[in-house]
């Protein structure tokens, strides 16, 4: 369903909504392509579903194409995005190959016409090389690049990102030194009326829960992540075998593949070997949004053990419901979570931290009450969608500007 900017108002005044509508309108005779490279699995998708038909609903002409191509190029953009995270990888000619192939192949049945266009992450970066650019490109990164593995990303720098107008990062840490294109940050955002964020009544809660194989007699600690070593499904398990020493409770790692991963079924089934005859223990690979936001808002803590990260919706999902967030202090979890005031951060490599900030949350729910209520207030000032769709817009109108001022 296409949610029209007038239900947001009860999340954030009318000032907002009209501040959108009045700026949207000088972008209404443009037409805007974005590309990235699932529809489904992990963030972006989750993004994009919302916020292109938004920008559509307010008049502006904003198109979504998706990248295919073969497993041979996803499993090569699996490893640059690694790289980017900052993995050493094997970095050979070939995959240069495999990588500027398959864009080239598919800009030859993809016409571009559009006033600007708007590239997802690395998969489809390179296609700017295969255009005869006629508008402004943006490439909008959504890893942790914080410390990118030099090689690689000097390769992507020089010959595509620096062919782009403008370079949008998640968070000020991962600006990079030396880019052509004008560096603008930008949080993502939830969107509250979707449903994996919409309120739900505790008989639905309970109903998903159940339905899905996960009894509710003891306190819930979950993850919800793809299922991705980044995650760090593995840490996860060995604090919860330290927290379940002094609390009974039951941990829940809800996962999903990303449709441009390949590499999410290997690492789900190492964890169910990991698990297995692990009491308390419930591994989920299912895709569904209801169960997700039941979990998130049935579970006494959320935890995100995220190794590295670009920005983590998950966080803000658990906020949002007013659930404190356990979780790593890296890339843009430390933007959504204040140690001590709505959750806690941590080293990913602090197992006994993580342990005993858990046991603490389940043993006192009026700590978890108070800092759920920060945290809905948290998401509610910075993180909603309706931010976020401004910040499209103000950029757009920006980019447009300077397009206009240059001819
Ligand atoms: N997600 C989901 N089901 C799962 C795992 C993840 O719906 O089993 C969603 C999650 O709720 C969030 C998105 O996928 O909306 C993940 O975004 P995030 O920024 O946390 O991480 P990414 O996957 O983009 O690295």
Not at 28 to 38: A, V
Not at 176 to 181: A, E, F, N, T, V
Not at 364 to 393: C, P, Y
Request: net charge positive; aromatic share 10%; proline share 4%.
């Amino acid at each position: 369903m296409v949610e029209n900017l007038k239900k947001y108002k009860k999340f954030v005044g009318a000032e907002k909504l009209g501040q959108i509508h009045e700026r949207a309108e000088k972008l209404g005779d443009k037409h805007i392509l974005n590309i990235n490279s699932t529809y489904q699995g992990g963030g972006v998708a989750v993004i994009l579903n919302s916020l292109i038909p938004l920008m559509n609903n307010l008049g502006i002409d904003v198109g979504w194409r998706i990248l295919h191509g073969p497993p041979d190029f996803f499993i090569t953009t699996k490893k640059f995005y690694n790289a980017i995270q900052g993995e050493k990888i094997h970095f050979t000619k070939q995959k240069q190959k495999i990588y500027l192939e398959n864009c080239e192949r598919f800009s030859s049945f993809t016409h571009i016409h559009h006033d600007a266009v708007i590239i997802h992450d690395i998969q489809p970066l390179p296609l700017v090389k295969f255009y005869k650019k006629r508008q402004p490109w943006i490439w909008r990164c959504h890893s942790d690049a914080s410390h990118p593995n030099k090689e690689v990303f000097n390769y992507l720098k020089k010959n595509f990102i620096n062919h782009y107008d403008y370079s949008v990062f998640l968070s000020k840490k991962f600006l990079q030194p030396g880019l052509k294109p004008k560096q603008v940050i930008m949080q993502p955002s939830i969107d509250p009326l979707d449903i994996k964020n919409k309120e739900l009544t505790e008989r639905t809660v309970n109903h998903y829960l159940n339905k899905f194989g996960v009894p509710t007699d003891k306190p819930l600690v979950c993850q919800v992540s793809r299922f991705d070593k980044w995650k760090d499904h593995f840490g996860m398990i060995k604090i919860f075998k330290k927290v379940r020493e002094k609390v009974d409770c039951r941990l829940v790692l809800i996962g999903c593949m990303a449709l441009d991963d390949p590499m999410g079924q290997q690492i789900y089934e190492k964890i169910i070997k990991k698990v297995s005859g692990q009491e308390d223990i419930i591994i989920l690979n299912v895709v569904n949004d209801i169960l997700v936001n039941a979990l998130q808002r049935k579970a006494s803590v959320i935890i995100q053990k995220s190794i590295m990260e670009g920005f983590g919706l998950t966080v803000s999902e658990a906020l949002w419901k007013g659930t404190p967030v356990v979780a790593s202090n890296v890339g843009g979890i430390t933007e959504q979570i204040i140690n001590g005031k709505n959750g806690y951060l941590l080293s990913p490599y602090d197992f006994d931290g993580f342990a005993a900030r858990i046991v603490k949350l389940l043993k006192d729910s009026k700590l978890r009450a108070t800092l759920g209520k920060q945290g809905r207030e948290t998401v509610k000032n910075k993180f909603l969608i309706t931010t976020h769709l401004l910040n499209w817009i103000n950029l757009l109108n920006q980019v447009f500007e300077k397009e206009k001022k240059a001819k």
